[in-house]
């Protein structure tokens, strides 16, 4: 019989100690995308290990390319030469949200592309409204038949595009497309995430002329054609905000050697906020924890603000402050399926719509709790490691989607977790 996985956990051991964190998925799977553009191989170092990584490599291999792990596995050789199809397969296509992102980039190479609606993490509607108008712009024709996105185009113009939200994957699904447009593509309120400037200086090594990325005006002068190139993925930042947490929940002291402070400065300000100890010595970040954690208040919104992706560990965090907190999520509507698994734990938490309110208790309990997506399952690893006693995580598939090997990492800081099944 298969065992799906769990992760124990003995709660009440301080982190403590030196870490490093893998690449940004989020910004590896864009760059993967758009690696397909590429006339010669590119290499991405530094590419996490993820599951979601592993669903996108077997994309980019149905439909021609070569895509290997080298380096020892830290680094991905993608070979896009013999790139022969741009019918992305349904079945992997549901796994992974992020192959929309493969419609900008097969539609700029081939001229056609062919998607059905992507899948991911169910965290409320994830509409690709503003994909399709953007691509629109530049002369993409949709045509939608059977749950299929079937894109093609002439040739590609570029545009003058602003879009109605600062959409993450619209504006990296715009950039890729308008990167091999002819003429000036302006994307007005884009997004600015890390990761879009990390996609940039991606593309522009393959050849693109990009720039703006990082602010809310992206100006992109296409060109005829992209090379392969090499490129180091930044440091992943929700990672680096989770061990921050992680350090922060158990009282800890642990420096996080490769987190790039700028990234995570939301965060860490809500930590020092709550009475938190954040340094920056040298090149990472060092999160020392408190006894008393006062409560404060949380938005998400788009960077530089508090992060939609950080909000379900600060839950976890807030539910042993001395006080009550408020979250409201603006992201994603439905992204609080943590707090009644944190209940569970001994937590009081109510949610009314898109706003939680956290009444801190003194303890969380152990107990067994269920991982519905990828963050709310770091949320309770979390929980699992402040608690007394022992907390069994299941649905750890959904961790593994986005963090390579946390419980490694977490049994190097101190904690006592362990993978079962
Ligand atoms: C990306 C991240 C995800 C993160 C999110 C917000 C990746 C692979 N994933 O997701 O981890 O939680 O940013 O920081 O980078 N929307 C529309 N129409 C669209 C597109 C989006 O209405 O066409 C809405 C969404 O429903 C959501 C909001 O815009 O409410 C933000 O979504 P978006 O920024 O696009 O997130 P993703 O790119 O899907």
């Avoid at 991405?44 to 390319?65: C, F, K, Q, T």
């Avoid at 949200?97 to 169910?122: E, H, N, Q, W």
């Avoid at 712009?137 to 093609?152: C, D, P, Q, S, Y």
Wanted: hydrophobic share 45%.
């Amino acid at each position: 019989m298969w065992i799906m996985p769990e992760f124990v956990i003995q709660g009440g051991n301080r982190l403590s100690g030196d870490i490093a964190v893998s690449g940004g998925k989020n910004a590896v799977l864009p760059i993967m995308a758009a690696s397909v553009m590429a006339g010669s191989p590119c290499i991405l170092h530094n590419a996490p290990d993820l599951v979601d990584v592993r669903v996108m490599s077997e994309i980019l291999r149905s439909l021609g390319a070569t895509v290997e792990r080298v380096n020892q596995g830290r680094s991905l050789y993608i070979d896009p030469t013999a790139l022969s199809s741009w019918v992305v397969d349904d079945t992997l296509m549901r796994q992974v949200r992020s192959s929309i992102f493969l419609i900008g980039p097969l539609v700029a190479k081939m001229g056609k592309a062919t998607v059905s609606y992507p899948g991911g993490c169910d965290i409320g509607q994830r509409p690709i409204d503003q994909h399709l108008k953007g691509l629109s712009a530049l002369g993409v024709v949709f045509e939608e038949a059977h749950g299929n996105i079937m894109a093609e185009t002439g040739r590609l113009q570029g545009a003058d595009i602003h879009l109605d939200i600062p959409s993450v994957g619209a504006t990296e699904n715009i950039m890729m497309c308008a990167a091999m447009a002819d003429g000036m593509t302006v994307i007005r309120n884009a997004a600015k995430e890390p990761e879009i400037v990390d996609l940039q200086t991606f593309l522009n090594s393959m050849g693109a002329r990009i720039r703006g990325a990082g602010t809310d005006v992206i100006r992109v002068e296409g060109v005829e054609a992209l090379r392969g190139c090499e490129h180091a993925v930044m440091p992943d930042r929700i990672e680096v905000g989770t061990l921050m947490v992680g350090a922060a929940i158990t009282t800890g002291d642990v420096y996080i050697k490769n987190a790039v402070a700028e990234h995570v400065q939301a965060v860490a300000s809500k930590l020092r906020e709550v009475g938190v100890t954040v340094s920056v010595p040298g090149k990472g970040i060092r999160v020392t924890g408190s006894r008393r954690l006062r409560p404060t208040d949380i938005k998400t919104l788009p960077y530089p603000g508090f992060p939609t992706d950080m909000q379900p560990q600060m839950m976890a965090l807030l539910s042993i402050a001395e006080g009550t907190s408020v979250i409201t999520e603006t992201i994603f509507e439905s992204r609080f399926k943590q707090a009644e698994e944190l209940g569970r734990m001994g937590a009081r938490i109510r949610t009314e719509g898109r706003t939680a309110i956290i009444k801190g208790v003194p303890r969380l309990s152990g107990a067994r709790v269920v991982s519905s997506d990828l963050r709310s399952g770091a949320s309770l690893v979390l929980a699992g490691l402040a608690a007394d006693g022992q907390t069994i995580v299941s649905g750890v598939e959904s961790i593994d989607r986005g963090y390579e090997r946390l419980e490694h990492k977490l049994a190097a800081l101190g904690a006592k977790i362990v993978r079962q099944g």
